[in-house]
C-alpha cells in the first residue's frame, strides 16, 4: 500500500463516520421509535454498497486501491457493528427481547442478504 493510498484510506473512514453520524441523526430526527433503525438502515445500506464494491473489484472493473478506500475506508467507517451490539444489549437491558432479538438477527440476516445482492449486482456490470 502507498502512502497515498494510507492517508485515502483514512480519509474515507473519517467521511465514512461523518456520514454515519448524519444518516443516523437524519433518521432518529424522522422516526422516533425506541428500535434503533438508523442503524438498521446504515449496517443493511453499508452491506449493499460493500458487495457492490468487492463484485466490483472482483470483477477487475476498478483497482484493489479502490476497493480498500471505498471497502475499507468509506464503507468500515460508515457501518458499525459496535455499535449493533451495544443497541442489542440496550434493548435487553431494558425488558424487549424481541426487539433485541430482530436487532441482533435480523440485521444480520438482512446484511448478509443486501451484500449477497449488492455483489449480484456487480456481476451484472
Do not use: C
Not at 484510506?9 to 473519517?14: Q, R, T, Y
Amino acid at each position: 500500500m502507498t502512502p497515498l493510498v494510507f492517508v485515502a484510506l483514512a480519509a474515507a473512514g473519517g467521511v465514512g463516520a461523518a456520514t454515519r453520524f448524519f444518516v443516523d441523526g437524519a433518521v432518529k430526527a424522522r422516526i422516533r421509535w425506541p428500535y434503533p433503525v438508523g442503524t438498521t438502515i446504515i449496517n443493511v445500506s453499508g452491506s449493499l454498497l460493500l458487495g457492490f464494491v468487492t463484485g466490483v473489484a472482483l470483477g477487475h472493473l476498478v483497482g484493489v486501491e479502490w476497493q480498500l478506500v471505498l471497502g475499507t475506508g468509506f464503507l468500515g467507517g460508515y457501518t458499525t457493528f459496535s455499535t449493533a451490539s451495544f443497541e442489542t444489549v440496550r434493548l435487553l437491558q431494558t425488558g424487549r427481547p424481541w426487539a433485541a432479538l430482530a436487532n441482533g438477527v435480523g440485521m444480520l440476516v438482512a446484511s448478509v442478504a443486501a451484500a449477497t445482492l449488492g455483489l449480484w449486482l456487480a456481476s451484472l456490470l
